[in-house]
T-cell receptor, first 114, second 108 residues
Framework: NAGVTQTPKFRVLKTGQSMTLLCAQD?????MYWYRQDPGMGLRLIHY???????AKGEVPDGYNVSRLKKQNFLLGLESAAPSQTSVYFC?????????????FGEGSRLTVL | LAKTTQPISMDSYEGQEVNITCSHN???????ITWYQQFPSQGPRFIIQ???TKVTNEVASLFIPADRKSSTLSLPRVSLSDTAVYYC?????????FGAGTRLTVKP
């Protein structure tokens, strides 16, 4: 099993451009999450999904949109990128309901906005 | 308000036991406590999880007092490769928020 796969791993954008980050998991997990991590900082939750067709806002949702059209995929979109969105983005998933889920993380996607 | 509070950094030496404490005064009845380890340029990885009392696995122990308002991750006999950031996470599937973490540096 590949686990959680993020694409692309690196991307450079110009201010105002749009892009989509793809997160794919092959563990049949219900719950998926997008985080951003700025240099020297902890992870901040952007959006999450508790199942196919559902999404919800996390701590820092502004400037991002998400979709969960298929259970295995969770997409993070930037409609008009800003330099403040330069960060490393991590996707995670868990398969257990309630409070006992271990999060499985992808390797991260490093985004630079010029 | 932050859900969890941890020391920003800790230093240790190889072979010592390291204890990292996390405060979570507003923990809910159904919340579990989970600890993660993160190396540079990698996603966090699971270390240990518990609900109350003590949990031990092959890499760490987790101590949780009766009031569950704090928890302590114990790493026995650390090595240089344990240098990383350690996060405690408290909450359910709809509140998977990480705190700032503790940067542990193990020295030779």
């Amino acid at each position: 099993n590949a686990g959680v796969t993020q694409t692309p791993k690196f991307r450079v954008l110009k201010t105002g451009q749009s892009m989509t980050l793809l997160c794919a998991q092959d563990m049949n997990h219900e719950y998926m999450y997008w985080y951003r991590q700025d240099p020297g900082m902890g992870l901040r939750l952007i959006h999450y999904s508790v199942g196919e067709g559902t999404t919800a806002k996390g701590e820092v949702p502004d400037g991002y949109n998400v979709s969960r059209l298929k259970k295995q995929n969770f997409l993070l979109g930037l409609e008009s990128a800003a330099p403040s969105q330069t960060s490393v983005y991590f996707c995670a998933s868990t398969g257990l309901a309630g409070n006992t889920g271990e999060l499985f993380f992808g390797e991260g996607s490093r985004l630079t906005v010029l | 308000l932050a859900k969890t509070t941890q020391p920003i950094s800790m230093d240790s030496y190889e072979g010592q036991e390291v204890n990292i404490t996390c405060s979570h005064n507003n923990i809910a009845t159904n919340d579990y406590i989970t600890w993660y380890q993160q190396f540079p340029s990698q996603g966090p990885r699971f270390i240990i999880q518990g609900y109350k009392t003590k949990v031990t696995n092959e890499v760490a122990s987790l101590f949780i007092p009766a009031d569950r308002k704090s928890s302590t991750l114990s790493l026995p006999r650390v090595s240089l490769s344990d240098t990383a950031v350690y996060y405690c996470l408290v909450g359910g599937y709809n509140d998977m928020r990480f705190g700032a973490g503790t940067r542990l540096t193990v020295k030779p």
